[in-house]
């Protein structure tokens, strides 16, 4: 199966999954459509994925990763709603449609995201598919990912870092707690899902994600200068008018395509001890470094 049907069929199955999480009943149906709005708005669901695709690759069953794939999303989805509001990003597009403050309003925006961040928990510990030892470890993984050692310090440094000149060492450690821990953490959720692992097959999942993680970010920083903006829907240069360290300001246009590539090698050469099990996972890194939104 091509990984256009591969991600097609994952998306499908968690968003079927996350489609009844959200209760429908409630005394404030608003914030239950700006949740509905923000998690269902046109996403690749690469992290979610990634969880599956590492279950399968172990001899895992999705069952086992439905819950951990529809968290994984939840915590993705509420970093960009916060991440657009005004406040930080100031962002009125989010894939060619309006932010969520924007179809909403700014308090509703920064409640549906709060309320995303306490699903992707509640998902975890109330799935009936996994003993309590294993809820534990994902919790832990998530939460570390998602947290100040992860995800939301790289938001944080680089909200402060916007018009500076960054080394390359500080813009990859930014990058890897901004996008490469939620990353790196639905990689080792799949694992921990399957529950077969071993310290061995653990780092290189985690090498391959790191490195897939960063080559998401120059892909990213690379599509701002070359990308049409109607496909990755936002104004194109606008990490450019807004002066944010990216790879092409500091490596050149040709240095960050360099960079991509290798870090596309690094990827592959990670999933090495999988042998045939990995082609799903090569596949994926291929789509990274090729996608064009």
Do not use: W
Not at 94 to 101: F, Y
Not at 128 to 157: C, E, P, R, Y
Request: proline content about 3%.
């Amino acid at each position: 199966m091509g990984i256009s049907n591969l991600l097609a069929q994952y998306r499908e199955r968690v968003d079927t999954y996350l489609e009844a999480c959200i209760s429908e009943q409630s005394i404030d149906p608003e914030l239950q459509k700006s949740m509905q709005y923000s998690l269902f708005n046109g996403g690749k669901r690469v992290r979610p994925t990634l969880v599956y695709m590492v279950n399968a690759m172990l001899g895992g069953v999705p069952q086992q990763a439905d819950s951990a794939a529809a968290a994984i999303e939840c915590i993705h989805s509420y970093s960009l709603v916060h991440d657009d509001l005004p406040a930080m990003d100031d962002d009125d597009l989010r894939r060619g449609k309006p932010t969520c403050h924007i179809a909403f309003d700014e308090a509703t925006a920064i409640l549906a995201g709060d309320a995303l961040q306490c699903l992707a928990f509640e998902l975890i510990t109330s799935d009936a598919q996994l003993d309590n030892a294993t809820k534990v470890k994902l919790i832990h993984k998530l939460s570390i990912s998602a947290g100040h050692q992860g995800m939301v310090v790289g938001q944080s440094f680089d909200l402060r870092n916007v018009g500076k000149m960054l080394s390359f060492e500080q813009l990859e450690a930014m990058h890897q707690h901004k996008t490469g821990a939620l990353l790196q953490c639905s990689a080792i959720m799949g694992a921990i899902t399957c529950g077969k692992t071993n310290a061995e097959q653990l780092s290189a999942i985690s090498n391959y994600a790191k490195a897939i993680g960063l080559a998401f970010q120059v892909q990213d920083d690379i599509l701002d200068i070359e990308g049409d903006s109607e496909v990755i829907g936002k104004p194109q240069g606008s990490d450019l008018e807004q002066n944010k360290p990216t790879y092409p300001a500091l490596l050149g246009l040709e240095g960050a395509k360099l960079l991509l590539q290798q870090l596309h090698t690094e990827a592959v050469q990670a999933l090495k001890p999988f042998g045939s099990n990995a082609r799903d996972l090569i596949a994926l890194a291929d789509f990274i470094v090729q996608r064009d939104h």
